[in-house]
């Protein structure tokens, strides 16, 4: 990766940041070669953390971000992804974060509807996500997230 948050928010690209796009992309080795979102979310966490108002700007960014998804199976892997980097720092604990923070219950019901349709089509066309093949099944990594605490139901949001 090339690019750091900062430079993210200098250039007006935390979309971009968000999905590993351009400067932002951080591979994985361990993924065959893709996009390591929690690579992004350690970066973006550590530059939040010396602000003021961290969370805050944690919500203001992320539903940015939300704000430019489409239906589309990239969109919703890496919504996906991006929810359960947040609720794996969160679970631990991580920066600023805490078990009071909770990202989805930020949101307004448009944006929450919005995840819940996505999630919905990436787990209906897990088979067209990039490396899929070699994932463990999505039933699987949706425990994942479970696991990690999220206390939203993703599919019927």
């Known amino acids: 990766m090339k690019g750091d948050f900062e430079q993210a928010i200098n250039n007006n690209e935390i979309t971009a940041y968000f999905k ?17 979102y929690m690579t992004n979310w350690m970066g973006m966490m550590a530059n939040l953390e010396k602000e003021e108002n961290s969370y805050q ?15 589309d199976v990239l969109d919703a892997w890496g919504l996906f992804i991006n929810l359960g980097c947040f609720y794996g720092l969160r679970k ?9 923070n909770d990202l989805i219950s930020e949101l307004t019901a448009e944006e929450k509807k919005k995840i819940g349709v996505l999630c919905r089509y990436v787990r209906d066309n ?4 990039p490396g899929s093949a070699n994932m463990r099944p999505f039933d699987e990594l949706m425990k994942f997230v479970n696991e990690d605490a999220c206390p939203y139901d ?3 949001l």
Do not use: I, M, R
């Not at 631990?92 to 009071?100: A, E, I, K, V, W």
């Not at 897990?126 to 996500?129: A, G, L, P, S, T």
């Open 126 to 129: 897990f088979d067209k996500v």
């Open 92 to 100: 631990g604990n991580s920066y600023f974060l805490t078990q009071h």
């Open 154 to 156: 993703l599919f019927s």
């Open 20 to 36: 590993g796009e351009g400067d932002y992309f951080a591979p994985n080795e361990f993924c065959w070669g893709n996009h390591s």
């Open 57 to 71: 700007l944690l919500v203001k960014y992320f539903k940015l971000y939300l704000s430019s998804l489409k239906e």
